[in-house]
């Protein structure tokens, strides 16, 4: 026959049996997940980072308190194989692998600055850029998005007389461009160059005659320009300034180019005469006898007189146009 308090006792005893397995098991359960997380990176950092070209920049590795055993750069560029470069601290050992271009270094002894410096930048450099320190504490990881940017070169000009054309050139990435006041047709075009840069062009016309100036605003992430032109009279205003400046002077042309032809040949028509008239007065005076039978002839009279008459008339016709 059983006792009640021995049963009690075995009942007891096996419920405490059972409480301390399940602790048993609930510490070694807590004490393996310490150990996963302690096997996986504690941290992880992802930065995009937008430098501009020609510049300096230091790319950082992540900060740790203890003492990194091992750090790895790796940069991935497009078109180019996977560059890496190492140092492990207990052998105080540097390696590198595929790294060809000599702009990107140490940003000083490793030892005591494993960053990693690029100088200058270039459009060549856009990619992935990951630092990784293994330390007793688990891995740390910083990876950076590089995007180089190119400033864009701003230009305004007229096209016709009310059409202005707003450019930005070689920019990376695109800029944007737009107008004050806005314009009445505008029409924007992109061009692409093989260096990943681009050109922006937008073309705008302001039919209103109100407006007389128009602003060009280029926006870009390496910084923002404003610039200013005036433009021409309307159409009205731009016929008569055409008739004023271009016809008008070909019109004086012609007129004064005719007034010189005309007093040219009125006076070429003067020394022929001239010269016709020469010869008769030496045929005189070579024969006198002949100039006296015709001196006392009245018909002779009669034609000398109208010669004489003649030439007096072209004289003063030719001082007339001297005058002139």
């Given at each position: 026959?059983l006792c009640p308090w021995r049963t009690a006792d075995l009942g007891l ?116 850029y990951r630092c990784v320190m293994a330390t007793p504490d688990g891995n ?81 992430l390496t910084g923002n320009r404003s610039l200013f032109i005036e433009l ?93």
């Amino acid at each position: 026959m059983l006792c009640p308090w021995r049963t009690a006792d075995l009942g007891l005893l096996l419920i405490l049996t059972i409480f301390s397995v399940a602790a048993s098991n609930s510490s070694y359960m807590d004490g393996k997940r310490m150990t996963q997380i302690s096997s996986t990176p504690v941290s992880e950092v992802y930065t995009s980072l937008s430098v501009v070209i020609d510049t300096n920049t230091v790319l950082h590795c992540p900060r740790t308190l203890t003492r990194a055993l091992l750090t790895t750069w790796e940069v991935i560029l497009r078109d180019k194989p996977s560059c890496k470069k190492a140092y492990r601290s207990d052998t105080n050992e540097m390696k590198e692998t595929n790294c060809t271009d000599d702009r990107i270094t140490w940003a000083s002894r490793p030892s005591q600055n494993p960053d990693l410096q690029i100088a200058p930048v270039a459009i060549a450099h856009d990619g992935y850029y990951r630092c990784v320190m293994a330390t007793p504490d688990g891995n740390l990881n910083h990876e950076y998005h590089l995007q180089v940017l190119v400033p864009p070169e701003a230009t305004l000009f007229l096209s016709r007389n009310r059409t202005a054309v707003c450019k930005a050139v070689a920019g990376k990435p695109a800029a944007q461009i737009s107008w004050s006041p806005e314009g009445d047709d505008c029409v924007t075009e992109q061009e692409h160059w093989g260096n990943d840069t681009l050109t922006v062009q937008s073309t705008c016309s302001w039919e209103v005659p109100d407006v007389t100036n128009v602003t060009c605003s280029v926006s870009h992430l390496t910084g923002n320009r404003s610039l200013f032109i005036e433009l021409l009279p309307g159409a009205k205003h731009s016929e008569k300034s055409y008739i004023l400046y271009i016809i008008l002077p070909i019109l004086i042309l012609i007129i004064v180019g005719s007034i010189w032809f005309l007093k040219f040949s009125a006076c070429r028509k003067c020394k022929l005469n001239k010269t016709e008239a020469t010869p008769v007065a030496e045929e005189d005076e070579m024969q006198p006898y002949a100039s006296y039978t015709e001196k006392n002839n009245p018909l002779y009279d009669t034609t000398n007189k109208v010669k004489t008459s003649q030439e007096l008339q072209n004289e003063v016709d030719c001082t007339g146009l001297h005058t002139l």
